[in-house]
């Protein structure tokens, strides 16, 4: 988690997308293809509900709908009083909205989860104790060399319905180090009605993402719906970190894992100097931080227009 002296900065940046974009970004671009547990427990009764024209008129209400309906089923008080919220971000001078309360929540809700991976070696991610141990047979790669365990690890997870990676060591620890220092970041994820935005925060050598409008609707309930996993201990001896992912594939498909995956990357580990500045806004600059800059880095690395189609 940021340290206290952050919380303001990584606050006022959220609010001020929410200010804006009304907290469910779609910013449309023509010719744009497709490409951990916390939900609130489900009650069984029925009770009449109003719609709302301004959360559901977004093209991406339909893909978080259920939630949206559990969380106003189960705690429909919440439910109201966050609505309410957000319709008064709306109205106040940006950098002073009551939005900051939801980006509140998210960071209290990852470091909860920061202090469980402290306590018993669990992140509060899908698999807990998740070692490279429990994947691969450490005694019988000992003698291989890197390149050798780097196929045999891409060929083993070629036949997985998720994404892996061979990073070398030297970027890695760049990307490591970074993530130290900026430990969130607004990912853009094309979709067919344009982008939608994605918090990620690192949390260890785990990278957790989860939607703009999960946060938003969710607060602290929000539940990670893509995680990637680094695995550095072979990154001295063999020079390589392993990487490998779980998702929610009711939310993410591989192909949209495999783009966050890429965009992290173009911003934490690449040399220019220009596409990591964006990172340092983001976290230390945060209202001189300008979402669209996000997407002109995707479209000029090819990671835009040309993502695998798959997508909502």
């Not at 018993?120 to 790669?141: C, P, Q, R, V, Y």
């Not at 365990?149 to 760049?174: G, H």
């Not at 992290?264 to 964006?278: D, I, K, P, W």
Request: hydrophobic content about 35%; some cysteine; overall charge neutral.
């Amino acid at each position: 988690m940021l340290d206290g002296s952050d919380d303001g900065k990584m606050a006022a940046a959220m609010v001020q997308m929410s200010c804006l974009y009304r907290g469910m970004l779609a910013v449309r671009a023509t010719g744009i293809r497709t490409l951990i547990p916390g939900l609130v427990p489900a009650q069984f009764r029925a009770f009449s509900v109003r719609k709302d024209p301004d959360l559901e008129e977004n093209p991406f209400y339909s893909k978080y709908q259920a939630k949206i309906q559990q969380l106003r089923s189960a705690k429909p008080q919440e439910f109201k009083t966050r609505l309410e919220k957000r319709h008064e971000a709306k109205k106040e001078v940006l950098g002073h909205s009551k939005q900051a309360e939801f980006v509140r929540l998210m960071e209290e809700e990852l470091e909860k989860r920061d202090k469980m991976a402290a306590g018993d070696g669990a992140s509060g991610g899908f698999t807990k104790n998740k070692t490279l141990s429990s994947i691969l047979n450490m005694e019988m790669i000992k003698d291989k060399t890197g390149e050798e365990i780097a196929e045999l690890w891409m060929k083993y997870y070629s036949t997985k319905d998720t994404i892996s990676a061979v990073i070398p060591t030297q970027i890695y620890k760049l990307i490591f180090s970074r993530s130290q220092s900026c430990q969130m970041f607004l990912y853009a994820l094309p979709q067919k009605e344009g982008y939608e935005f994605f918090v990620g925060q690192w949390s260890g050598h785990e990278l957790h993402f989860t939607s703009l409008i999960n946060v938003q609707t969710m607060g602290e309930n929000a539940p990670s719906q893509l995680i990637l996993y680094h695995y550095p201990d072979l990154k001295e001896e063999k020079g390589v970190v392993l990487m490998t992912a779980e998702m929610d594939p009711k939310f993410i498909t591989v192909h949209q894992a495999q783009c966050l995956a890429n965009q992290v990357q173009l911003f934490y580990g690449t040399q220019r100097q220009e596409t990591y500045r964006l990172v340092e806004t983001f976290n230390h600059h945060p209202t001189e931080f300008k979402h669209m800059l996000v997407i002109a880095e995707l479209e000029q690395s090819g990671l835009g227009p040309a993502v695998a189609p798959g997508g909502s």
